[in-house]
Structure formats: structure tokens, C-alpha cells
């Protein structure tokens, strides 16, 4: 049986939609013979109805699109698509290395003419007398006239780059005892200037019976081709910004090491990886040219601290990664690491400003238990994770509990997916009592998962992962559009549920779409602005308290009010906090538990409460657990409570009795 194959192109990715200049739409009925350039056309229709094999890779190819021309690599996998064949192609812009390519060989030409024309300098050497001819182009090509050099070998080898001199006299060596036929070396020779260039010399022994006792040849200067080559070497394996190897170069270096290791026993080596903290803030502040310098700087520090048979390597935007070779002990590791780390504490210079960096580290030690390199730098990174969890300058070690950990964390990513798309999700609301008369001023919204194994899952236990893998934008979405939706319809039923909070964890905060967030959920809910209390951490404000400014004032346009929760955990700094215009500080938990018990706690609580009012806004208690905490925090005049001792979060329907009831017990509490 046979399948037609039509070779329509299903989907791309963004990626290659920006690389063939197209929208989604206009991919309908097209295949990859719509892109390719004439000149490479035949060769793709052979390879498309030639024999098909699981993995193929073609080109580089010329393609040709409405917005551009570009050289591509394509790797073709076949895939089971639900019982039909399909193919996955990977394309890759080869366009820069096609180039380069391009320039060598034609200077790769110029040079094989300029061999035909009379631009080389030739040379006479008597072997037996030692007399050296040079021509005058000879002289001329080292900056010299004719006869200034002198008419000994010496004048020749003397000015050899002391790097060549050695494989110089073993070429010549070779042929002088005729195991080479001919002469053919490349090597560096210092000019007058004093700068070296790069020579190609050919040449043929005279011999007489055995012996040789003459040479003549000629001298070709290639140091355009040379830069040319280096250039393609250095942008295929070397980091433009730093000099240092980049990531093809590091990952090419763990698989050859990977291979000794796992056939050596007695050979191990260890991968550190190295990100630096916060780099983006240094980019954002400074600017991206000056984060350049600065990720320059870092590798010049660093390569002070590697062996010389140690690789380090930028191997991605901030990060750095180094092979130690032959580290087998942990503890070696992570006395090399404090020195990076160490190297990073003295300040950098960033035009007149000085900056302390600090990095997170991952270390992994390969003793041979390792079939791959990548299985390698993935636990490396794993640690290095870990260690970022952990906060500013530390490092850890790659051990088979965080392995664990990390294949939990991936399952857990993947549930969490699955449950964002079932909305297996709830909101449970927690009353926000005023204190002077005991009623409900309104609620804090909480998320719960109905987890179909686990049961109720807790949110500490999912917002952490939800924001490191991204889906805190989506589950965040719903979230706040939920709480908005439930108030409203609270009151449309005719209850009076005050105003809902919602909790916007950091990174929703520091992705921008805020403001975006929080309209289209009123919108969609109707509901009106005035209603709504956004929740931000202290931490997450005051990691960019500009940013916070801005996105207040925004959103206050919309009657949105910002609480600033976990107050007291953070640095807020004076002169911030007056600018914000908050509407209302929540007292973190930890300083309402020791309120009845620590008295220096007290004073710091009735700061806070007075600040809160010096900036006309109201202050909330949270963690209510006893009436002793309650009476303190009446007694020093806070506004609000929230709590066990007046309620656990519950479903929306329980909170919903609370509203109709009123809740007398809270009154009796309070009075
Ligand atoms: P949070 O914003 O500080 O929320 C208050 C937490 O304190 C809630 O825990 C609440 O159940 C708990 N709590 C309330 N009263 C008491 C009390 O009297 N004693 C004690 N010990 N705890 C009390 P929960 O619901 O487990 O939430 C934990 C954290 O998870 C929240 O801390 C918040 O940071 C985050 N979170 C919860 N819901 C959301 C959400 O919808 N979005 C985001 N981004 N984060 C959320
Ligand atoms: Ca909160
Ligand atoms: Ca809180």
C-alpha cells in the first residue's frame, strides 16, 4: 500500500513563522517548495521524493521569502502523528556562518591568485654555507627594503613567532629528510612594525645523493585568510562579548570529558554553573551595553580562577559554566566556587557607579556515573536552581534526593497544567473584620486546588511552581476574573460583601499585564473598581518600587485600591512607601503571633499602624489567633483583622451565610 505524501506544512512554530516572514493563516495548502530559493530547488525535490529516513539533515539551503533571503540548516525527524506519518523540521538560520564561509573562499582565491601574480617574496637558502637570498618582496612583505635584512637563516627563524619555530624547523626538517616531498607550512613571522603576520611558505630541497644542500622557495602572505578563519572559528565555538568558549564549545568539552570519565575510572572532572542574581535589574538600570561590559568584566575575573585545562564558558545570557578537570572531591568544588563567588563581591566600575554582583552555583561532580553529558549539565542546573531558591551567593551540590525533588517538581508542573485546563481550582474567602464595630468590611480571596487524588491542595504548595513554569499568568487570569465575578454576583443577589482582595504573586507583578489583568476582570465581571483590593508583598513592591509607582497610580484610575501585605518582612523604604498610595498596609502574621508576648514586637506593631494612618490609609492584622492579640491590636488602634479566631477561609457558600447572618459572635468578641 502506498500513502501519498503531500508534504503541506500543518504548523510553525513562532519562531519559524518570524524566520519565513509569514502569519499563521497564510501556511493553508503551503510546502517547503514555496520558500526555497531556484538555485537549491532540485536539490530539495530529490531529497523529498527520495527514500525516507527517520532523521535527515539538509542543506544549508537557500531560501527566499517575501521579507527576506536567508541560508537555513533543516533537520528532519519523522513522527507518528495519531497513525499518520508526519515530520517535524527543525530549521536553522545558518545565514551568518554561510557568509563567513563565503568571504574565505574568496579570499581563499584572492590568495591562489595573487600566487599566480608576483606578489610573493622568494627566498634562496644555501644550506651548506648557511647564506640566505631574500627578494625584495621578500623584504618588502616584513616592512623592509631590499638588503636590510641580513644573509643568514638566522634573520629568518629569529623572527619567528616563538610559538612556530618549533613546527617551522620540523617541517623543513621533514623534508630535508625526504619523508615530505615538499615544503608547506604556515606560520606567524614578526613585521618591522612589530606586529606579526600570518605566511604561507612553500619550497623544494636540492639534493645531492643523499644530501640536501640547497632550498629556494617562496612566501605568501595570508594573514587576510588567516582572520578570516579565526573569525569563523571564534563565532562558531567563542563568545563574542566575552572571548570566553560559548555553550557548542562547553557542551562539546563535557561530552569528550564525559567519555573519558565513563571509561576511566580513575578520571573524574565536576561542571559548575554560575547565573548571576538579579542580572536583568543591572540591564534595566544601566542599560544593555553597560550589562556587556559588566558580563565582560565577570569573564575576565573569572578566567583568573580556571586551570589551564579547565574550560570556561558563557554559555548563555548571564550564565557561566566551567569544567574542572580532574575535581572529584565536593569539597574541592566548592572551594573553586567560593572563589568565583568571591571574585563577583569586589565592586564593578559601571561608569563612576559601583555594583556588587553576587551569583547562584551548581555543582556537579562526574565520576563516570554519567552516560551524557547533558544528563550532566541538567543536574548541574537543577543545583544551580536550588542554590538561586536559596537566595543571593550561594551554591549547591548535585545530590539524588534533588533529583527527586526535581522530578516531583516536573510531574507537579505538568498536574498543575492539567488542572488549570479541567479548572479543578477554587477561591475560599476569609472575612476582613472592622474592628470598630465588628463587621465584615469584605474579604480576602484564596486559592484552593481539588486536587482529583491529592484532595484539597494548599496554595503554598502550587504558587511557588505555577510562578517558576509561567502558568501563574493563566491560573492568575482566573483567579482574579473568579473573585470579580462571585462579588458581583454577591451583589446582585442583594448582600452587601464589601470589598474582595486578591493576592498577585511577584511575578504577575513583574511581567507588566497588570494593569490589563485587573481591567478586563472587572469589565467581564461588572463590577465596579471601588470593589476590588489587589494584594502585593512587600518584597515584590519593593523589588521595583518605580514599577510599583507607575502601576498604582494606573490602575487607580480604575478604583482599584493595593494593600501591601506582609508588611514588616521586607525594606520598604520611607520615601517609597509615601509615594505609593496605597490603600491600605497589612501587619505580616509573624509580628501579630508575638504581639501579647514581645514587647519591643508591640512597639514595632504600633509603628506601623501609625504610619499606615501618617499615609491616610488603613492597616490590617493578620493571623488573628486569640483575644489577647485581638485586644492589643484594638488597643493600638488598628482598622482591620482577618483570622482563625473569626474564621478560617471557606467556600464561597459558607461565606455567603456569614454575609446574610452578620455574624453576632464577632460582636461579642469585640465587645
Ligand atoms: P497570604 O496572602 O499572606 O495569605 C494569608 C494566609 O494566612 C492564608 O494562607 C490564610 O489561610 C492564612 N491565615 C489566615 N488566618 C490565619 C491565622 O489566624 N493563622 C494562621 N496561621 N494562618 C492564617 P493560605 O490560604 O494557605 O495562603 C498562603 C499564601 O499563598 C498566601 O499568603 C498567598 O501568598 C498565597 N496565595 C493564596 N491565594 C493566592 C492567590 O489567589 N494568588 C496568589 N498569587 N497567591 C495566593
Ligand atoms: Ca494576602
Ligand atoms: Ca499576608
Known amino acids: 500500500m502506498c500513502h501519498a505524501v503531500t508534504h503541506d506544512i500543518l504548523a510553525m512554530n513562532k519562531a519559524a513563522l518570524a524566520l519565513f516572514g509569514v502569519v499563521e493563516d497564510e501556511l493553508r495548502g503551503k510546502t517547503i517548495m514555496d520558500f526555497i530559493d531556484d538555485a537549491d530547488r532540485a536539490a530539495l525535490e530529490k531529497r523529498l521524493h527520495g527514500p525516507v529516513q527517520d532523521v535527515e539533515t539538509w542543506g544549508p539551503w537557500a531560501f527566499h521569502t517575501d521579507a527576506r533571503d536567508f541560508f537555513a540548516v533543516c533537520e528532519r525527524r519523522r513522527i507518528d502523528l495519531q497513525g499518520t506519518p508526519a515530520f517535524v523540521v527543525h530549521v536553522r538560520d545558518v545565514t551568518g556562518q554561510v557568509n563567513d564561509e563565503r568571504r574565505l573562499r574568496e ?60 613546527r617551522l624547523r620540523t617541517e623543513i626538517d621533514l623534508h630535508l629528510s625526504k619523508v615530505t616531498p615538499r615544503l608547506k607550512v604556515e606560520y606567524r613571522i614578526r613585521h618591522k612594525k612589530g606586529h606579526y603576520v600570518w605566511m604561507l611558505t612553500r619550497g623544494v630541497a636540492v639534493f645531492e645523493g643523499e644530501h640536501a644542500v640547497r632550498m629556494a622557495g617562496s612566501q605568501t602572505d595570508i594573514s587576510d585568510r588567516k582572520v578570516d578563519e579565526e573569525r569563523i572559528a571564534q563565532g562558531t565555538f567563542y563568545d563574542q562579548l566575552t572571548g570566553l568558549a560559548n555553550r557548542l564549545l562547553f557542551l562539546d568539552r563535557l561530552s569528550f570529558l564525559t567519555q573519558r570519565a565513563a571509561g576511566n575510572k580513575e578520571y573524574a572532572f565536576t561542571v559548575v554553573l554560575l547565573d548571576i542574581d538579579r542580572f536583568e535589574m543591572v540591564n534595566e538600570s544601566y542599560g544593555h551595553a553597560a550589562g556587556d561590559t559588566l558580563l565582560a568584566e565577570v569573564g575576565t575575573r573569572l578566567s583568573q580562577f580556571v586551570g589551564s585545562l579547565d574550560t570556561l564558558a558563557r554559555i548563555g545570557g548571564d ?5 574542572l578537570d580532574g575535581v572529584s572531591d565536593v569539597a574541592v568544588a566548592i572551594h573553586r566556587a567560593r572563589s568565583f563567588l568571591e571574585t563577583l563581591d569586589e565592586p564593578f566600575d559601571l561608569g563612576g557607579d559601583l555594583v556588587t554582583l553576587s551569583a547562584s552555583i551548581g555543582i556537579a561532580v562526574n565520576d563516570g556515573r554519567y552516560g551524557h553529558s547533558d544528563d550532566l549539565l541538567r543536574d548541574a542546573a537543577t543545583a544551580m536552581h536550588r542554590a538561586k531558591k536559596r537566595g543571593c551567593s550561594s551554591q549547591e551540590v548535585f545530590d539524588e534526593e534533588m533529583h527527586e525533588e526535581a522530578v516531583a517538581l516536573l510531574r507537579t508542573e505538568a498536574e498543575l497544567r492539567r488542572g488549570i485546563a479541567e479548572e479543578e481550582f477554587e477561591l475560599f474567602y476569609q472575612p476582613v473584620i472592622k474592628l470598630s464595630d465588628g463587621s465584615i468590611a469584605g474579604s480576602e480571596a484564596l486559592v484552593r486546588w ?25 491560573l492568575g487570569e482566573w483567579i482574579m476574573y473568579e473573585a470579580c465575578r462571585q462579588c458581583s454576583q454577591w451583589i446582585e443577589i442583594g448582600l452587601d460583601p464589601g470589598s474582595v482582595s486578591v493576592n498577585l504573586s511577584a511575578l504577575q507583578f513583574k511581567s507588566g499585564i497588570i494593569h490589563d489583568l485587573i481591567g478586563g476582570a472587572l469589565k467581564r465581571a461588572s463590577l465596579e473598581g471601588t470593589r476590588l483590593h489587589v494584594e502585593l508583598t512587600e518584597s515584590a ?15 487607580e484610575k480604575l478604583g482599584v485600591r493595593f494593600v501591601v501585605d506582609d508588611f514588616g518582612t521586607g525594606f520598604s523604604s520611607l520615601s517609597y512607601l509615601k509615594r505609593f498610595r496605597f490603600g491600605s498596609l497589612k501587619i505580616d502574621r509573624s509580628f501579630v503571633r508575638d504581639l501579647a508576648t514581645d514587647a519591643e514586637n508591640a512597639a514595632l506593631v504600633a509603628a506601623v499602624i501609625a504610619l499606615a494612618h501618617s499615609f491616610r490609609s488603613l492597616c490590617v492584622g493578620e493571623g488573628v489567633e486569640t483575644t489577647d492579640q485581638l485586644s492589643y491590636l484594638r488597643l493600638l488602634k488598628c482598622d482591620l483583622a482577618q483570622g482563625y479566631l473569626f474564621s478560617h477561609p471557606v467556600p464561597a457558600a459558607e461565606f455567603e451565610e456569614m454575609l446574610r447572618s452578620g455574624v453576632k459572635g464577632w460582636h461579642r468578641l469585640l465587645f
Open 107 to 166: 579570499s581563499e582565491q584572492r590568495y591562489a591568485m595573487a600566487l599566480r601574480g608576483a606578489n610573493d617574496g622568494i627566498w634562496d637558502w644555501d644550506l651548506v654555507t648557511d647564506e640566505l637570498y631574500l627578494s625584495a618582496r621578500f623584504c618588502e612583505l616584513l616592512g623592509y627594503k631590499e638588503g636590510e635584512l641580513g644573509h643568514t637563516s638566522e634573520v629568518w627563524f629569529g623572527k619567528v613567532h616563538p610559538d612556530d619555530v618549533e
Open 319 to 323: 550564565e557561566f559554566g566551567v569544567s
Open 450 to 474: 481539588n486536587h482529583p487524588e491529592r484532595g484539597l491542595v494548599m496554595p503554598d504548595a502550587f504558587i511557588p511552581i505555577a510562578e517558576e513554569s509561567g502558568l501563574i499568568v493563566p
Open 541 to 555: 513592591v519593593m523589588a521595583d518600587p518605580e514599577k510599583a509607582i507607575e502601576i498604582f497610580r494606573e490602575t
